[in-house]
């Protein structure tokens, strides 16, 4: 239930855009092969929703801001990413953080080391 006091707020395009990605996420794991540049593509959209759209969510159902049928819309959505977190982790993507989950870190993935552009030390020692 919203809060009391509280300006409502629209999660419509959130949702949208998360459903988009689940349903672009179910397809590449009903594919036979994914080409690199299809898979980077993806990748890009994956992390803007879970890393922007999808804390946004979180955010505002942990504040109380969601009435009851946008609550109950965003702990399907939540099921939903839940359901396809294999499909994630075969491609070496992010699970996404949900709550009342814990977060293994997505396999396959590796940090990019990059080289210094200064060939000396900055700090003396």
């Given at each position: 239930?919203?809060?009391?006091?509280?300006?409502?707020?629209?999660?419509?395009?959130?949702?949208?855009?998360?459903?988009?990605?689940?349903?672009?996420?179910?397809?590449?794991?009903?594919?036979d092969s994914?080409?690199?540049?299809?898979?980077?593509?993806?990748?890009?959209?994956?992390?803007?929703?879970?890393?922007?759209?999808?804390?946004?969510?979180?955010?505002?159902?942990?504040?109380?801001?969601?009435?009851?049928?946008?609550?109950?819309?965003?702990?399907?959505?939540?099921?939903?990413?839940?359901?396809?977190?294999?499909?994630?982790?075969?491609?070496?993507?992010?699970?996404?953080?949900?709550?009342?989950?814990?977060?293994?870190?997505?396999?396959?993935?590796?940090?990019?080391?990059?080289?210094?552009?200064?060939?000396?030390?900055?700090?003396?020692?």
């Amino acid at each position: 239930m919203a809060s009391e006091g509280r300006a409502p707020v629209s999660i419509d395009a959130d949702v949208e855009f998360l459903a988009e990605e689940i349903a672009a996420l179910q397809a590449l794991g009903r594919k036979d092969s994914v080409d690199d540049g299809e898979l980077y593509d993806f990748s890009v959209r994956w992390g803007a929703a879970l890393a922007g759209r999808l804390p946004r969510l979180v955010h505002y159902s942990s504040l109380g801001l969601l009435d009851d049928t946008d609550e109950r819309r965003f702990r399907s959505l939540c099921e939903d990413l839940r359901g396809v977190s294999g499909i994630a982790e075969k491609f070496g993507l992010p699970r996404p953080a949900l709550p009342g989950d814990q977060i293994a870190p997505a396999k396959g993935r590796r940090r990019l080391r990059t080289r210094s552009r200064s060939p000396k030390p900055r700090f003396p020692g």
